[in-house]
Structures are given as C-alpha cells and as structure tokens.
C-alpha cells in the first residue's frame, strides 16, 4: 500500500526559512498536498500541487517535487511563530475517490 | 467559503456509552465525505468514506459495526461510536468534499475520552 514519511521535528528561528520534506512510494500519486494542523484543531489546506510540476510558490510557501526520487518539499521563506504547527503531506490518486494518505506528519518550532 | 463544522467539539463519555459525532458542510454541499481518526501525535487515518444516500465505505481494520456512519443529505455525515470503550478515545475528524473538485475541507475535529 501507500506509504507516505516524514521526519519527525524541525525548529528553525523567526526569520528563517524551514524547509519539511516528505517521501512517497505510490508512483501513481496524482496529487500531492500540504496541511497545516495547530493544536487541538482539524486541518488547513496550504498548497497542493499536480505530479507533472516540478514546482509551485504561493507567497512564502513554496513546493518541490521530485517525482523521480518520490520526494516532495514545502519551503516556507521568512517562517513566523504562526507558522508553529504540524504539517502533514498527503498523496491522493485519480480515481481514489480523493482518499488521502497523509504522512506522519512534522512539528514546526520556531523560536524567537 | 468551504467551511465544515462538527459538534460537539469534545465529549467525555462512560464505557459502553455510544456517541454521535456530526459533521455539516455549512456552505456547499458535499457528495462525498470522510472520516478520519487520530491519536495524539500521530497522524491522520482514514476509516470509512461516505457518499450521500449509499453506505459508507469503510477502510481495511475498521468495524464497521461499531462506527456506523449515516451520510443522509448533501450537508450533514453522522458518526456514531457505539459501546465505546476507552481504546476508542481519540480525535475523530471529518472532511467533504464536492463534486467539482479534488479538494476536500476539513472540520475543527472532535476529541472523544471515553472513561
């Protein structure tokens, strides 16, 4: 089946970019997608981006795909304290019925 | 736009009690939902997808028997943990999704301790 990874913890200081990766397995990913997850709450769509792009920027986030490696990446430029969260990525497939798998998720620390 | 609520937003139960999680589209209707289950610090998992006016689809490991889902109108999904016990505290969170596109939107999540 699916299998979707991610490390575990990233503290990076205010101003800083952070950089979470993320690594798949299912070749046949159609979309790959980028939550934001604060405590105690559902998740937030950030960006999500189509298997044949290489990249997409949306403000201050920016996405990295390496369908080759099965290697996806969210950069986020100038990381605030709001940005301290967990980010999930997540894989679906056409034809899924948009059944996502999401990674293990990645707690964001930024400090002062 | 796109906003998905669930009620309650927390529930303290007594073993062998069982529990009804709602969850509404508030602005759009929503063909397709789904419910995912999560311990703390760890992530997300799916357990069953429902489409409006047929059974739920529930996933590998998941009982259905014991978490019935009724997905009676475009807007509203229902969980019902029945005979809960206390391996089935967790966070419980449900997202919909149109028909229009691939994105689904997820609710605030309901954390479920069962005593």
């Known amino acids: 089946g699916e299998d979707v990874e991610q490390s575990l913890f990233l503290s990076v200081r205010e101003g800083d970019s952070s950089v979470i990766n993320c690594t798949y397995t299912?070749?046949?990913?159609?979309?790959l997608y980028w939550y934001k997850q604060e405590p105690g709450a559902g998740l937030q769509l950030l960006t999500y981006?189509?298997?044949?792009?290489d990249m997409k920027q949306d403000q201050r986030l920016t996405v990295l795909l390496n369908k080759k490696d099965k290697h996806l990446s969210l950069r986020i430029a100038d990381t605030q304290t709001g940005d301290s969260a967990i980010y999930f990525c997540?894989?679906?497939?056409?034809?899924?019925?948009?059944?996502?798998?999401f990674g293990t998720g990645t707690r964001l620390q930024v400090t002062l | 736009g796109a906003v998905v609520s669930q009620h309650p937003s927390w529930v303290i139960c007594k073993s062998g009690t069982s529990v009804k999680i709602e969850c509404r589209s508030l602005?759009?209707?929503?063909?397709?939902m789904f419910w995912y289950r999560q311990f703390p610090k760890q992530s997300l998992m799916l357990m069953a997808t429902?489409?409006?006016?047929?059974?739920?689809?529930?996933e590998q490991g998941v009982e259905k028997d014991k978490f019935l889902i009724n997905h009676a109108s475009l807007t509203l999904s229902t969980l019902t943990v029945t005979s809960a016990h206390p391996e089935d505290s967790s966070f419980y969170i449900c997202?919909?999704?149109?028909?229009?596109?691939?994105?689904?939107?997820f609710g605030p999540g309901t954390r479920l301790t069962v005593l």
């Open positions: 997202s919909a999704r149109t028909g229009t596109n691939n994105e689904q939107f």
């Open positions: 299912d070749s046949s990913s159609t979309y």
């Open positions: 981006i189509f298997s044949n792009m």
């Open positions: 997540a894989e679906s497939r056409t034809g899924t019925a948009s059944k996502l798998t």
């Open positions: 602005d759009f209707q929503a063909t397709t």
């Open positions: 429902s489409n409006e006016g047929s059974k739920a689809t529930y």
